[in-house]
């Protein structure tokens, strides 16, 4: 199969053993597998573990946009990026999750610069509620800053 | 978020403004201790200064009201860090200053974008902090040299405090003094000011 194949192609099976033919331009946009390539341990297949095949697409075309258009102008990569990264909250804690994973610092910066501007204006409530998951009566029964207060000890 | 590891919120967390960061403080225990981390803090004093110049603390000033409804002010002294070519471990100020000010205790305290922004026009600033209110900094005013400080302070204090400050309430001030610092060296954004030395009256 590997010969079938051009020498600059790549094939990532994600963890749920689907497979993506990517160029090796855009693949080793991911730090992890350019160590990989480098190295050559790796053969022509990839494993990517812990990237479901779902959230690989993604990565793959945030790689590919990132790469067709680092001639293009800075503005249309930008307005790119911030559509991309508008997505539900478990999407983009996957995404942050792989692109921390296989090191893919653009994707990294960009899902977490989103992240910073949505729980930016949010009050604490909103955060332990909407962004850590507590439970409305976790935060009825422990009082966080008073437990922080009574903590300390001054002298 | 909540699954999120730790090197990841912090990188978040690193791109938010101090004001929200103070916010956040009280999200929960590991963002309180991260967020009071010296090691964050120094993060994101990296983070920002591309944008806002480092800002170092030249002095500090604590100031007590004589009448009844007492009034504790803290006063710092801030300069740009790049006026003064320091970098961030060693920190020396050039020799044309002031006495006063060479050798006054300085220290990086952070990189409050207001504070960087009104100060990069002159090249010391003044932000003044009053304890009773808790509220932010007061008062922020950029000068062009230190004699303009030391007279805006004068000022800004006989507006205040037409009396003066009293030397002998010190003494009782001082307890509450050293509760407010262990505050503020816990929230990090300070570090132990409570040493005779660097606490001056001036007027």
């Known amino acids: 199969m590997?010969?079938?194949?051009?020498?600059?192609?790549?094939?990532?099976?994600?963890?749920?053993?689907?497979?993506?033919?990517?160029?090796?331009?855009?693949?080793?946009?991911?730090?992890?597998?350019?160590n990989m390539v480098e190295d050559e341990c790796a053969s022509n297949t990839i494993p990517v573990p812990n990237v479901d095949a779902n959230?690989?697409?993604?990565?793959?075309?945030?790689?590919?946009?990132?790469?067709?258009?680092?001639?293009?102008?800075a503005s249309d990569l930008k307005t790119f990026d911030s559509e991309f990264v508008n997505r539900g909250q478990e999407a983009l804690y996957d995404l942050i999750t792989a692109a921390n994973f296989r090191d893919v610092k653009e994707l990294l910066d960009a899902l977490c610069q989103n992240v910073a501007e949505?729980?930016?204006?949010?009050?604490?409530?909103?955060?332990?509620?909407?962004?850590?998951?507590?439970?409305?009566?976790?935060?009825?029964?422990?009082?966080?800053?008073?437990?922080?207060?009574?903590?300390?000890?001054?002298? | 978020m909540a699954n999120l590891s730790e090197e990841i919120i912090i990188e978040i967390l690193s791109r938010l403004t101090i004001t929200t960061l103070c916010r956040f403080r009280s999200v929960s225990k590991p963002w309180f201790s991260l967020i009071s981390n010296p090691h964050f803090i120094k993060a994101h004093l990296n983070r920002n200064t591309i944008e806002h110049d480092r800002l170092i603390l030249l002095s500090r000033f604590l100031f007590r009201s004589?009448?009844?409804?007492?009034?504790?002010?803290?006063v710092f002294v801030v300069g740009v860090a790049s006026e003064f070519e320091v970098g961030f471990d060693e920190m020396t100020i050039g020799e044309e200053t002031e006495p006063w000010l060479r050798n006054a205790p300085r220290e990086v305290i952070g990189s409050l974008e207001s504070m960087s922004r009104m100060?990069?026009?002159?090249?010391?600033?003044?932000?003044?902090?009053?304890?009773?209110?808790?509220?932010?900094?007061?008062?922020l005013n950029a000068f062009e040299n230190n004699n303009d400080v030391t007279k805006a302070l004068h000022q800004y204090f006989q507006g205040?405090?037409?009396?003066g400050p009293s030397k002998h309430r010190w003494k009782h001030a001082k307890p509450r003094i050293k509760r407010i610092c262990q505050r503020q060296r816990d929230i990090g954004w300070m570090s132990e000011p409570s040493s005779s030395k660097s606490d001056r009256f001036i007027l």
Not at chain 1, 9 to 33: N, Q, T, W, Y
């Open chain 2, 66 to 74: 004589r009448n009844e409804n007492e009034s504790l002010v803290f």
């Open chain 2, 119 to 139: 100060i990069s026009s002159g090249r010391f600033g003044i932000a003044i902090w009053e304890a009773s209110t808790d509220g932010g900094c007061d008062a």
């Open chain 1, 118 to 155: 949505m729980i930016k204006g949010k009050s604490v409530h909103h955060i332990r509620i909407q962004f850590l998951g507590y439970q409305l009566f976790e935060i009825l029964t422990s009082n966080f800053i008073w437990n922080i207060w009574c903590d300390r000890d001054f002298d």
């Open chain 1, 55 to 73: 959230i690989l697409a993604m990565v793959i075309e945030f790689c590919k946009k990132h790469d067709e258009s680092e001639a293009e102008a």
């Open chain 1, 2 to 34: 590997s010969s079938s194949l051009e020498k600059n192609m790549l094939i990532l099976r994600s963890s749920d053993g689907e497979e993506f033919i990517v160029p090796e331009v855009v693949a080793v946009m991911s730090k992890a597998i350019k």
């Open chain 2, 160 to 163: 205040k405090f037409p009396e």
